[in-house]
Structure formats: C-alpha cells, structure tokens
Nanobody, 120 residues
C-alpha cells in the first residue's frame, strides 16, 4: 500500500505565493508518476500539473507560467510552487501517486487534499 500526504495549503491574497508539498510512502516502487489536481466547489476535479515517469513535467494551460512542479529530494516527494495566485485558483488541491509495477499494473493513490484559498 501507498500513503499520500499533502501539506502547505492556506489563505493567501491575490498575487501571492504558496508552496504545496506531497509525500508518498510505503511500497512506492521505482516506476511512478505524480500529479497535482484541484477541485473547486461545484466543479469537477481537474489536473494541474504532472511529472511523468520520464521526468517530463506538463502543466494545465490555466497555470502555465505561474506554477512550478518538481521532484523534491526524497523519493516519492514533489512540490508545487504557486506564484501570482488568482481567486480562480481557490480549490482543494490533491496529490495523486501512480505506481506502475513490473507487470505494468497501474495503481493510483490519492491524498486527502489541502485547501488553497485566494482572496481578491
């Protein structure tokens, strides 16, 4: 099993910055991708940024140029640096850990989410 924990959410003024962290622990293996998703009230969950197994980083157009996702020092850890925040970035942010086994079995694990609120 894999446990995923996010941290770093909070309240920030428009134009400000926040940094979210995500740590996956347990049987994480060596082949995995990690991604950030967000869900605003009354809306579906959307992807924000993803680091692939090949270490490529992709961003949703809504955050490109403002958010930076990168791997942190320890295996299974990533962060999301959010700059120039806007009120529309307000949402619960979730981290997803996707493990690919040697038999190509794919397992997804989600964190509990962390609230980000941007005041205008």
């Amino acid at each position: 099993q894999v446990q995923v924990v996010e941290s770093g959410g909070g309240l920030v003024q428009s134009g400000g910055s926040l940094r979210l962290s995500c740590a996956a622990s347990g049987s994480i293996g060596s082949r995995y991708s990690m991604g950030w998703y967000r869900q605003a009230p009354g809306k579906q969950r959307d992807w924000v940024a993803i680091i692939t197994i090949g270490n490529n980083t992709n961003y949703n157009d809504a955050v490109k140029g403002r958010f930076t996702m990168a791997r942190d020092n320890a295996p299974g850890t990533v962060y999301l640096q959010m700059d120039k925040l806007k009120s529309e970035d307000t949402a619960v942010y979730y981290c997803k850990f996707t493990r690919i086994s040697e038999t190509l079995k794919v397992d997804d694990y989600w964190g509990q989410g962390t609230q980000v609120t941007v005041s205008s």
